[in-house]
């Protein structure tokens, strides 16, 4: 799925590379400002960062795709909005508060994007907004306003990293993947580590390119990266109320429009890798190749199925080829969904070793010790006990590498294939999300 | 949901309990012996145990129902023909080995059948077997056969105690309930504590009645009682493919069907909040009622989304009230169903508080104090912070009440409702299921 294959010894050599990736597109500057605020639901001290994009010239090339959640957030709203707006200028996000079902919610975002109007010289109707952060409680706005100078301040056309540092929330590192198209590039960045399984459109990602590729054409570009991209992974199967994904150009440079999808797609797709390996508690990446298929949505749905197993998810964290619990999931899907399918021709293999074929597994001592060793080899950390018996904190702050475990399907009853990324489930997803919000 | 709420401050009074409850209704017998193996997958000695049930005399009444999981274990295979089995004078059970997708699994269940038969005097098809523990894994049928005359010669009429205990795997505690209909009883067992959504079946479940109830009805009864029971709960999401309810009468006694009927659903909804309540890891069970739904189907989908939701799970594991992923995990199931549904009539409560109507939420600091209070009310256990610093092992063996943490759903698209159970995520639960085979 990804493009790459990266190997990090040390945070300042993930740094170093995160540097190189960043250079901004022509057109754009990023901004961000960090402030204390007290939120109204829980009286205790919190802290926000506001990250301001903004063009040198109002574009009509802008695409964007937002969660499918029924409950969506007041920026997801306001953003819909925007899709008819002739022209965007600037893009507001925040972290900490998501601004989802909170009274007054899309009033607050309108605010927020007159006042970062007002600041630019713009409408603002060409003004974004995104927040992410806890569902139901209210924007800060007045503390917000009050900031938006000190973003606009910061502005700088250098580097997208500040950006990618300030939307982040429980992530560990930022992430920025960029691609060259002819004399043009595009360059990414995105945000989230829990709450991913974007249906139709993920956690919070920012695509940005100097690139000249009329809106129309923007539009279906995005669709089609974002389907073989963001939507074919899970960390933890719970779909977010706040999933944006936006990209816009700034028309600097004439571009091949193929040239351009393909690049586009490789971004989408080396993001996707980031945001499953920096997902939160992640120790493995798994990867399920699903072929086989009778329509690729099935496929789709075994892969969720098999990535989305707590069961497998925890054995595989324990580096316990535990293959019966793929088994389990895989039937577990198929006879929810198509209980008179005939799986006899299914086939499964593992770190590129057949384990099951012909109804049966096929293991043994040796085929045991093959796969525990695939599963170490794929291991990102070992937890580490903490200091105080029951918070668990991951040792390290950037990838040490892209390897995942490999897990292959083919159900015997098709044509159709699909590739779905997701992760184990560890102590430190649960120590980060049994008390998320202090 | 359970007809009980029931307190217990020490293991003695839960074992003096659940002695009062093991009563074996007239007719049946039960015996378990324990034996040493080594798997022919991995060469590790392991133990397991061998459960008997014995009727005094073969009956026509019976019924079973088993998992739809598309890779059934062999046992399910060999259970589904004994439906049409003229009579049954037996159940052979064994834990540790699932006996699902193994070479040659049939045959081995087959011989076990016949092992048993020609002990007992009966015919092969008159025995029902079930295997519970790894899948993938293949019987040690030799020694089993050795073990049968052990299982035969503990046989006794008192007590279904020792089968309870006998079928477990990784419960914390055997499971066993009963109910009286005029002079006659339905007396009941589960195993079960992880890989739980049954899906038209579940886990492992015994129903043994003296109540004479011909087969007919006996099978009509007992899809309306798993459904309104087992069908409504979830510990993790996986369905297992060993998923068994079979009830068996020696219909010693005559009985009104309706009592009889009534009966049998309480004893399976009390045998469901204890599997919930033993769950792998639960520090607390999650009772959602869902109302206002257009129909039944879709308000068991929203509470299933709910009780499922890892991140709704981890929060309520750290009594946070983080009551946003409430509304991100029914927008989930929502918007991936049915994206044109209006919710604006949607109406949330926890613990008999409106904390969400009218698309907002309605918190402050004193809601989430009153939240935190049911949560901490509700809780079962906190973890230990254990010796080696990673291997967490619940502190209690027994459930210290039947508390809930209790979220009410009021959809306002109709007049369907349905009542789930489900727990929540816990480091206990990671502990034991990134290692559970050795």
Same mark, same amino acid.
């Given at each position: ?32 400002? @960090? ?31 937002? =969660? @499918? ?18 022209? !965007? ?10 601004? !989802? $079902? ?8 309108? &605010? ?35 900031? +938006? ?22 992530? +560990? ?35 940005? =390119?100097?690139?000249?590729?009329? @809106? ?35 028309? @600097?440079?004439? $571009? ?11 971004? $989408? ?21 699903? &072929?086989?298929?009778?329509?690729? *949505? ?6 969720? *199925? ?10 595989? $964290? ?86 995942? !475990? ?33």
């Amino acid at each position: 799925m990804a493009s790459t294959s990266l190997e990090f010894s040390s945070l300042d050599a993930h740094r170093a590379w995160l540097k190189s990736q960043a250079r901004l597109p022509r057109g754009f500057r990023v901004g961000a400002t @960090r402030f204390g605020f007290v939120p109204a639901e829980v009286h205790k001290p919190a802290a926000m960062t506001l990250t301001l994009v903004a063009l040198d010239q109002p574009t009509d090339a802008f695409a964007a795709m937002f =969660t @499918r959640n029924a409950f969506p957030g007041a920026p997801v709203i306001v953003g819909r909005r925007r899709l008819s707006s002739p022209t !965007v200028a600037a893009i507001i996000v925040n972290n900490k508060v998501s601004n !989802v $079902c909170a009274p007054g919610g899309i009033d607050a975002s309108e &605010r927020l994007c007159a006042g970062v109007a007002a600041l630019l010289g713009v409408r603002p109707d060409e003004v974004i907004p995104s927040s992410t952060g806890v569902i139901g409680w209210r924007l800060p706005i007045e503390a917000m306003i009050g900031a +938006l100078p000190g973003a606009v301040e910061a502005l700088q056309g250098e580097s997208v990293l500040p950006a990618a540092e300030g939307i982040v929330t429980t992530d +560990l590192y930022p992430k920025v993947r960029r691609a060259a198209v002819g004399d043009g590039s595009i360059v990414g960045i995105a945000k989230g580590a829990g709450m991913i399984e974007p249906n139709l459109a993920t956690m919070l990602v920012y695509l940005f =390119t100097d690139c000249d590729v009329p @809106r129309d054409e923007l539009r279906s570009s995005l669709r089609a990266a974002v389907d073989a991209s963001f939507n074919r992974m899970s960390i933890d199967s719970d779909t977010s109320t706040s999933d944006t994904v936006a990209l816009v150009s700034s028309r @600097r440079v004439p $571009c091949d429009l193929e040239a351009f999808r393909a690049a586009l797609a490789r971004v $989408c797709a080396d993001l996707t890798e980031d945001v499953v390996r920096n997902g939160e508690g992640v120790h493995h990446v798994i990867r399920v190749a699903v &072929r086989g298929a009778p329509d690729e *949505a099935f496929a789709l749905g075994v892969g969720k *199925a098999v990535v989305n197993s707590p069961l497998l998810q925890c054995a595989i $964290c324990g580096n316990d080829p535990n293959v019966g619990r793929l088994v389990m999931a895989i039937g577990k899907h198929v006879g929810a969904q198509a209980g008179d399918l005939d799986l006899s021709r299914c086939k499964l293999s593992m770190a590129g070793r057949v384990i099951f074929a012909d109804g049966a597994f096929r293991l043994d001592p040796a085929a045991e010790e093959a796969l525990v060793a695939h599963m170490r080899g794929a291991e990102l950390y070992s937890s580490v006990a903490p200091a105080d018996g029951l918070t668990f904190r991951p040792p390290v702050r950037y990838p040490p590498h892209e390897r995942a !475990v490999e897990i292959a399907i083919d159900l015997g009853l098709g044509k159709a294939a699909c590739t779905v990324l997701g992760a184990d489930r560890s102590h430190e997803y649960i120590s980060e999300n049994a008390d998320y919000r202090t």
